[in-house]
C-alpha cells in the first residue's frame, strides 16, 4: 500500500485555510449580496469567487502534462539519508507555478524524515530535476512506483495533486548491525568461543592468507613481506580449526514476527545477527545461515559481509516451517564444531529436539531468546509464549544447548 | 541596529509583507469609518496601525531566532478575542466616542480594534495572513451598509495587497521548502530550477482578469439575480452616516446638526435629479430645538403619541393642490429630499416616514429607480397672513425660545417694529438677516464659548447657509412665530430633460415658518445677502488633491516613506562594489545571441519557447548555420542551468563563441535577407 509524505508546512496549510476561507468568505457574501442586492457587495464577491477561481485554474494546469522520472540508489542502509533525485519534463508549452513532487513511498519501509521534494517549475521539453531525502528505517527488498505531483497556485491558496505512474524504483534497504552482548561459556574446543579473544583469531594450523594487523595480534605472525608491499602491518591469519564456524538460523515461522513498524523481534534478531556475523568475519570465522542459503564458498570477508547483508534484507516471517526445524535442517551441512546460534522470541517445542541432535553432530546450539512480550504494542496481548519462558529456557539447557536470554538493553529502541 | 532590521532577505518577513498588510487593514478599517462618516475614527485607526506594523516588523526581525517570535500565535487570537469582548469599552477611546456606541456597530468598531491590536502582533506569514480575516470581515459589513461608493475599489487594493502578500509568503515557503529538500544553492534558485515559473506576466494576465470579470460580471450578475425575485429580500438599516448628507450641514450621529463650524469642503459632483417644474426647495429634514451650538430633532416626536406635525400643517391649508414630482437618487443619503409638503411616496418599502414627513431612507439608496411622489401645495393665490393662534400644544416646540440668547430675541423685537402680519414680521427678519450679514461659505468657525448666531448677528457678519438660516429662525421664534430649521438642496442649474440637478456643493438650509391657511413658507436670508468675494454659494468648494485624507494621510507617508527606502537602496548600491555574477553574466551574453538569431528567425523569442525550442523553430531559416547555432544553444543551456557554476573562462569562450556565430551569420547575407523579409 503507497503512502503519500505529506511534508505541507504549518505555513502552506495556514495559506490552504486562508484560501478556505476566502471560498467560503465569497459564498456567504455571495448570499448577503443576493439577498441585500447591494452592489459593492456583488463586486466584491466577484472580485473574491474570480480569484479563487483563477487560483484554481492556475494549480490545475501546474500538475497536469509532466513527464517523470526517479532514481533511487539501489542499496541503502537502515537510518541511511536516502537522496532521491526525480527529473521532470512539461509536455505543454506553459509556464507554471512551482510543483513539489510527493514519492509514493511504500509504507513498510516506515521511512523518517522525509524532506519536501525541491520546488520546481517544469519546463517544455527541458529536463528539471528536483530531490528530496528521506531514511529508511526498516530493511527489506522494496519496489515501487508512481509519483504525485502537488502543484499551487501562485498564491499558494489552492493546493491540487495528480498522480502519475513511472516505471519501477527498486531499493534494497539493507539492515544495521546493533551491539549485543554475548557471554558464551567457556569451552574449549568450540571454535567461536577461541575466536572471541584476539589472540586465538586465526589461530589454527592451516594458512588462510593475510590481514590488517590488530591489537592483540602476536608480533611473530606479522608477514613481513606482504606488509612491505601493502604499507601497512599485515599478519598472517590461520583457519581457526575445523570447529571455527557459525551459524545462525532466525526464527521466521509465520506468525512469529511480533511487533510494529521498524520495532519487531524480526528486526531486532537480524540486526543482532548482523553485527555477530560482523565480529565473527572479522575474527577469521566462518559465518553461515544455512536455512536462507546453501553453504557459503570462502570469499573475502567483506564479500561475505555484503552477501549476508542482502540475504537478510529479503527476510520475512513467512515460512510454515518452525525455528527447530530448520534448526534440524543445518545437520550435514556445518563442519563439526560449529556453533549453531538460533534467534527466536517465540517459544519452539521442536527446538529442544534439536539440541542433542545437533550435539551428536559435534554442533554446539546457542539458542538466543528474545522477550517478545517487550515487542507487543500496548493494549494488545501476546497470543504465543515469550522465548524467555522460564520452562523454556530450562528445557533447552536441559537438553544441553547454552540458551542466552538477550538483554533488553539490547534490543532497538 | 535599524540597518540590520532593513536589510531585504527573501526568505523573512520583510518591511514590504508588514506593510502590505498594514495598508490592507488600514484600508479595512478605513472603509468601515468612511462608511459611517468619521474620520477622525479613521485617522486613528490609521495611525495606530501604522504603528503597530513598525513595531511588528522591528519585533519580528530582532526576535527572529529566539522562541518569542512564535508567541503571536498564542497573543494574537488572546488580543483578538479580548478586543472583541471589551469592544464596549474601547470604542469609548476613540476620538468620536459616539460613532460606534451603537448596538450594531459597536461590534465592527470591536473588529476594527481586533486589526489595530493584531497589528501589533503580527511577527510571522501566518498572522499575517490571518490579520485578513478580519479585514474581510471589515469590508463584507461595509458591503453591506453601501455608504460607501469608494469602498468597492478600495476592496481591490486591499485584495491586490493581499494577493501581493500570499505570494511572498508563498515564495518565501517554497525557499523554505528548497533548503529542507538537501538543496544547498537556495541564492541560484530562479536561474536554475525556477527558471521557467509563470512570472509577473502571468500575475499581471491573471490580475486583469479578475478585475475585468468583476467590473463587467457583477452587474450581470446583479440584474440576473434581480430579475430571477432572489435579490433584495433582505432589508437592514444602514448606520447613519454624517456624510450622506453633504458635511455642510454637519449632522452627528444621534440627530443632531452643528452650525458654525467654517469652512467647508463640498464637491460638485451630482447627488440627486429632481424632475420639478421648477428650481425649488428639496428639503430633507428639519431640525426643531435649538441646543446653543446647533439644532436637533425634536427628541419627544416619536415617544409621546402626538399627532404628526405633517399632518397637523396639511390641515392648516386652504384649498391644497397635490403636485407631482420625481427624484432620482445618484448618492447614498439618509433622507429623501423632497418639494414643499411631501404627502406620499409611491411604491417604495425602503423609505421610512418621520413625525414631521420626511422620508428616511431605511437602506441603501444607490439602486433605487426614480422615485415618484405627490405633495401638497398651496395655490399663489393663498396669501400667507399670519401664524396658527393658539398652536396646537403638540407642538409647542416650533416657539420654543429657551436657548436662544436675549440680544438675538430683542434684535428680533426691533427689526418687527411696525410689521402688520405674522408673515411681514417674517419677511422683515429675513431682510434684516440679509442686509446685517454677508454669506461667506469659507466664513470662520464661531470660537468655543459663543453662540453661534449671536456670534453671527453681532460680531463676525459673516457665514453661509446654516447662520442665516439659523438666526431667521430664532429671530422668528423670538417673536413668537412657530419656525423650523430646514437642511436639503437649491437645485439651480436645469436640464434638458426636464430634470433639475443638485450637486452636494448644493446643499442648503433655510428657516420655515407656519402660517394659517399658507402652511410652512421658506425665508432664505442668503438670497438678499451680499457675498463676500470668492464665498459665493454654488461656487465649488472642493477641496485641493493635497488637502484630501488620501494624500495626508496615506498617500504623503508613503511617499515619504517610498523615497526615503528608494534613496537608501540608491545609497546603498551606488556604495556596492560591482560583483560579476557569472551567470547573469551569461544572460547577457545570452541575450547577444538571441539579437544575432532574431533577424535571422524573423521573431523574438516567445516567452513559453525554451531556448532550444527557439532555435529548433527557426531550423530552416537559419539553414548552414543551424547546427553551430543549437551547439551554442546547448552550451549556453549547459551554463546557465547545469550543476557546475561557469568559470570566467566558460563565459569568455562562449563570448568569443558568440562573436564567431555573429561574424558568420553576417557573411550568409543572404539568408539574413531572406530572414527579415519574412518578418
Keep these: ?413 | 541596529m535599524i540597518r540590520q532590521a532593513l536589510r531585504i532577505d527573501p526568505r523573512r518577513t520583510g518591511l514590504l509583507d508588514v506593510c502590505l498588510i498594514g495598508l490592507a487593514a488600514v484600508l479595512a478599517a478605513f472603509s468601515l469609518c468612511e462608511s459611517v462618516g468619521s474620520q477622525s475614527d479613521a485617522i486613528f485607526f490609521t495611525a495606530i496601525m501604522f504603528l503597530g506594523m513598525w513595531f511588528s516588523f522591528f519585533f519580528c526581525r530582532y526576535a527572529a531566532k529566539t522562541k518569542l517570535v512564535k508567541a503571536d500565535g498564542i497573543l494574537y487570537p488572546v488580543a483578538l478575542a479580548l478586543a472583541l469582548t471589551f469592544h464596549n469599552s474601547l470604542n469609548t477611546l476613540l476620538p468620536d466616542n459616539t460613532l460606534f456606541s451603537d448596538n450594531a456597530l459597536s461590534v465592527a468598531g470591536g473588529i476594527c480594534w481586533m486589526l489595530t491590536i493584531g497589528s501589533f502582533l503580527t511577527w510571522r506569514d501566518s498572522m499575517l495572513l490571518f490579520q485578513a480575516v478580519p479585514s474581510l470581515a471589515i469590508f463584507g459589513l461595509v458591503g453591506c451598509f453601501d455608504t460607501f461608493k469608494e469602498a468597492t475599489a478600495l476592496f481591490f487594493v486591499f485584495m491586490l495587497c493581499l494577493a501581493t502578500l500570499m505570494a511572498r509568503a508563498h515564495g518565501r515557503l517554497m525557499m523554505k521548502q528548497a533548503a529542507d529538500s538537501g538543496h544547498t544553492r537556495i541564492g541560484s534558485l530562479s536561474d536554475g530550477p525556477w527558471r521557467w515559473m509563470a512570472g509577473p506576466e502571468w500575475a499581471l494576465a491573471s490580475a486583469t482578469a479578475v478585475v475585468c470579470l468583476s467590473i463587467l460580471g457583477a452587474p450581470v450578475i446583479q440584474e440576473e439575480a434581480h430579475n430571477l425575485g432572489i435579490s433584495g429580500l433582505l432589508h437592514i438599516q444602514p448606520p447613519n452616516n454624517r456624510k450622506l448628507v453633504p458635511s455642510l450641514f454637519n449632522q452627528s450621529f444621534q440627530g443632531s446638526v452643528s452650525i458654525g463650524q467654517g469652512p467647508n469642503h463640498l464637491s460638485s459632483e451630482p447627488v440627486l435629479r429632481a424632475q420639478i417644474d421648477h428650481p425649488d426647495y428639496l428639503r430633507s429634514t428639519s431640525y426643531y430645538e435649538y441646543s446653543g451650538t446647533g439644532w436637533r430633532t425634536y427628541r419627544r416626536a416619536e415617544s409621546a403619541r402626538r399627532k404628526p406635525l405633517w399632518d397637523y400643517s396639511q390641515q392648516l391649508m386652504a384649498s391644497p393642490q397635490s403636485v407631482s414630482y420625481g427624484i432620482e437618487v445618484l448618492k447614498p443619503m439618509q433622507f429623501l429630499p423632497t418639494p414643499e409638503s411631501a404627502l406620499e411616496i409611491k411604491d417604495q418599502p425602503n423609505l421610512d416616514r418621520s413625525w414631521d414627513g420626511s422620508f428616511q431612507v431605511r437602506q441603501t439608496f444607490v439602486n433605487l429607480p426614480k422615485i415618484v411622489g405627490v405633495s401638497w401645495e398651496v395655490p399663489p393665490t393663498v396669501q400667507a397672513g399670519n401664524a396658527p393662534s393658539p398652536i396646537d400644544p403638540d407642538f409647542e416646540v416650533l416657539e420654543d425660545q429657551s436657548l436662544i440668547p436675549p440680544s438675538v430675541k430683542k434684535l428680533a423685537e426691533q427689526v418687527t417694529r411696525g410689521a402688520h402680519s405674522d408673515y411681514e414680521k417674517a419677511q422683515m427678519i429675513t431682510t434684516a438677516v440679509s442686509q446685517r450679514c454677508k454669506y461667506n461659505i469659507n466664513a470662520a468657525a464661531t470660537p468655543q464659548g459663543q453662540d453661534p448666531v449671536e456670534y453671527f448677528l453681532f460680531t463676525s457678519h459673516e457665514g453661509y447657509c446654516d447662520l442665516f438660516a439659523s438666526s431667521v429662525v430664532a429671530m422668528a421664534r423670538s417673536v413668537g412665530l412657530p419656525a423650523r430649521y430646514s437642511v436639503g438642496y437649491l437645485p439651480d442649474a436645469g436640464s434638458t430633460d426636464g430634470f433639475y440637478i443638485a450637486k452636494e456643493s448644493d446643499a442648503h438650509a433655510w428657516g420655515e415658518v407656519l402660517f394659517d391657511k399658507a402652511g410652512w413658507r421658506v425665508f432664505d436670508a442668503t438670497l438678499g445677502s451680499e457675498n463676500v468675494a470668492g464665498g459665493q454659494r454654488g461656487a465649488s468648494t472642493e477641496a485641493k488633491w493635497y488637502e484630501t485624507f488620501w494624500f495626508r494621510f496615506i498617500g504623503l507617508p508613503l511617499l515619504i516613506v517610498g523615497f526615503g527606502y528608494a534613496a537608501v537602496r540608491a545609497f546603498k548600491l551606488a556604495k556596492m562594489p560591482k560583483v560579476v555574477v557569472p551567470r547573469k553574466e551569461l544572460g547577457k551574453i545570452y541575450g547577444r545571441f538571441e539579437r544575432v538569431l532574431l533577424p535571422l528567425a524573423g521573431h523574438p523569442r516567445r516567452l513559453s519557447q525554451t531556448t532550444s525550442e527557439y532555435v529548433d523553430a527557426s531550423k530552416n531559416k537559419l539553414g548552414d548555420l543551424y547546427p553551430v547555432a543549437a551547439q551554442l544553444n546547448s552550451d549556453f543551456e549547459l551554463a546557465l542551468y547545469g550543476f557546475e557554476e561557469p568559470d570566467e573562462t566558460d563565459i569568455e569562450q562562449l563570448k568569443k563563441n558568440v562573436e564567431k556565430f555573429r561574424s558568420e551569420a553576417k557573411n550568409n547575407k543572404d539568408l539574413v535577407g531572406s530572414g527579415k523579409g519574412k518578418r
Excluded at chain 1, 583469531?201 to 601493502?230: C, L, Q
Design chain 1, 1 to 413: 500500500m503507497a503512502h503519500f509524505a505529506s511534508p505541507r508546512s504549518e505555513t502552506q496549510r495556514l495559506q490552504n485555510y486562508a484560501g478556505l476561507t476566502i471560498t467560503a468568505a465569497a459564498i456567504v457574501l455571495s448570499i448577503v449580496a443576493v439577498l441585500l442586492n447591494s452592489s459593492a457587495l456583488f463586486y466584491m464577491t466577484t472580485a473574491l469567487v474570480a480569484t479563487i477561481g483563477a487560483c484554481r485554474v492556475q494549480a490545475f494546469l501546474s500538475v497536469r502534462g509532466l513527464r517523470l522520472e526517479r532514481v533511487a540508489p539501489p542499496s541503502v542502509q537502515v537510518g541511511d539519508l536516502v537522496t532521491v533525485q526525480i527529473t521532470v519534463w512539461s509536455e505543454r508549452r506553459i509556464r507554471r507555478p512551482l510543483v513539489t513532487i510527493i514519492d509514493d513511498l511504500p509504507r513498510r519501509l516506515f521511512a523518517k524524515g522525509i524532506s519536501p521534494s525541491l520546488p520546481i517549475a517544469p519546463a517544455f521539453d527541458m529536463p528539471i530535476e528536483t530531490q528530496y531525502q528521506f531514511r529508511p528505517m526498516k530493511r527489506g527488498k522494496y519496489h515501487w512506483s508512481g509519483l504525485t505531483v502537488q502543484g499551487t497556485d501562485a498564491l499558494g491558496l489552492v493546493t491540487l495533486s495528480k498522480r502519475y505512474d513511472t516505471s519501477a524504483a527498486h531499493m534494497t534497504v539493507l539492515p544495521v548491525g546493533v551491539p549485543v552482548p554475548l557471554d558464551l561459556p567457556n569451552a574449549a574446543g568450540w571454535g567461536i568461543s577461541e575466536a572471541a579473544s584476539g589472540q586465538s583469531r586465526g589461530a589454527g594450523m592451516e594458512p588462510r592468507g593475510v590481514r590488517e594487523y590488530v591489537s592483540g595480534d602476536s608480533i611473530r605472525y606479522i608477514h613481513w613481506r606482504s606488509s612491505a608491499k601493502a604499507g601497512q602491518l599485515l599478519v598472517k591469519e590461520f583457519e581457526a580449526g575445523s570447529n571455527a564456524a557459525a551459524a545462525f538460523v532466525i526464527q521466521r515461522t509465520s506468525g512469529t514476527d511480533i511487533g510494529i513498524g521498524a520495532n519487531t523481534t524480526m528486526e531486532t534478531m537480524i540486526s543482532h545477527a548482523v553485527y555477530l556475523s560482523d565480529a565473527f568475519l572479522r575474527q577469521g570465522a566462518r559465518v553461515e545461515f544455512p536455512s536462507l542459503e546453501e553453504i557459503s564458498r570462502s570469499i573475502n570477508t567483506r564479500e561475505r559481509m555484503a552477501e549476508i547483508l542482502d540475504m537478510l534484507a529479503g527476510v520475512q516471517a513467512d515460512q510454515q516451517e518452525s525455528v527447530g526445524t530448520e534448526a534440524l535442517e543445518c545437520i550435514g551441512k556445518l563442519p563439526p564444531g560449529s556453533t549453531v546460534f538460533v534467534l527466536l522470541g517465540i517459544v519452539d517445542e521442536l527446538l529442544i529436539g534439536a539440541v542433542p541432535l545437533l550435539h551428536a553432530q559435534g554442533s554446539q546450539m546457542v539458542p538466543m531468546l528474545y522477550d517478545a512480550e517487550r515487542f507487543v504494542p500496548k493494549g494488545r496481548k501476546l497470543k504465543a509464549e515469550s522465548a524467555i519462558t522460564p520452562w523454556f529456557v530450562e528445557e533447552l539447557r536441559s537438553a544441553g544447548a547454552f540458551p542466552v536470554v538477550v538483554s533488553a538493553e539490547a534490543y532497538l529502541a
